[in-house]
């Protein structure tokens, strides 16, 4: 069973940065590969980046640039560092195993507002 904890959202000004945290029940990140997603209200859940189990990464277009996702398997934990943050990036993040999620955790919710 895969579980996996988000942490690290807040509010912050536009312009500003935010690293949010995906702890994991145990070592996995070198067998899944693992995805940010977000949803912000009345919205569908998109994925914002992903790291493959090599260590590859992909990132959503509004994101590149801007974002960036890494893993730490010594301490089971992917993060997300967002930069330049935009109000258009609030929203609830997600971390899940990608491409085929498993359960939705709570979340961690990211507002952006001045």
């Known amino acids: 069973q895969v579980q996996l904890v988000e942490s690290g959202g807040g509010l912050v000004q536009p312009g500003g940065s935010l690293r949010l945290s995906c702890v994991a029940s145990g070592s996995i990140f070198s067998i899944y590969n693992i995805g940010w997603y977000r949803q912000a209200p009345g919205k569908q859940r998109e994925l914002v980046a992903v790291?493959?189990?090599?260590?590859?990464?992909n990132y959503a277009d509004s994101v590149k640039g801007r974002f960036t996702i890494s893993g730490d398997n010594a301490r089971n934990t992917v993060y997300l560092q967002m930069n330049s943050l935009k109000p258009e990036d609030t929203a609830v993040y997600y971390c899940?195993?990608?491409?085929?999620?498993?359960?939705w955790g709570q979340g961690t919710q990211v507002t952006v507002s001045s």
């Open positions: 899940n195993v990608w491409p085929t999620p498993r359960s």
């Open positions: 790291i493959r189990s090599g260590g590859s990464t």
